[in-house]
């Protein structure tokens, strides 16, 4: 049974810093590509980042390349989102989810499987 758990999210100042958790079970990292995605209250879900063992590079959304970087650990079957800069539209839940699609941008309807999210809020 795949399972995602996010951790991590809390209210942080505009300018701080955090670092999301996605605990995963179930399935094999090499298999899947695993990918962070937000949604803000009245706002569709958005793609942020992803990494998979087919792209050297991991992707990113224009509005977090810079200030965001994802990466795993598969010893610990953990992705890891660092967020730096952290403005206050970033406010968000942050979903982990991952598909076992080559993809090379994020649909939300390529993902299958999803964690139940981290809140994430930044203040000004």
């Known amino acids: 049974e795949v399972q995602l758990v996010e951790s991590g999210g809390r209210l942080v100042q505009a300018g701080g810093s955090l670092r999301l958790s996605c605990a995963a079970s179930g399935f094999t990292f090499d298999d899947y590509a695993i990918g962070w995605f937000r949604q803000a209250p009245g706002k569709e879900r958005e793609g942020v980042s992803f990494?998979?063992?087919?792209?050297?590079?991991?992707y990113y959304a224009d509005s977090v390349k810079g200030r965001f970087t994802i990466s795993s650990d598969n010893s610990k079957n953990t992705v890891y989102l660092q967020m730096n800069s952290l403005k206050p539209e970033d406010t968000a839940v942050y979903y982990c989810?991952?598909?076992?699609?080559?993809?090379?941008?994020?649909?939300?309807?390529?993902?299958?499987?999803w964690g139940q999210g981290t809140q994430v809020t930044v203040s000004s």
């Open positions: 990494i998979s063992s087919w792209i050297s590079t991991p």
């Open positions: 989810a991952i598909t076992p699609f080559s993809i090379t941008t994020m649909d939300v309807a390529d993902f299958g499987f």
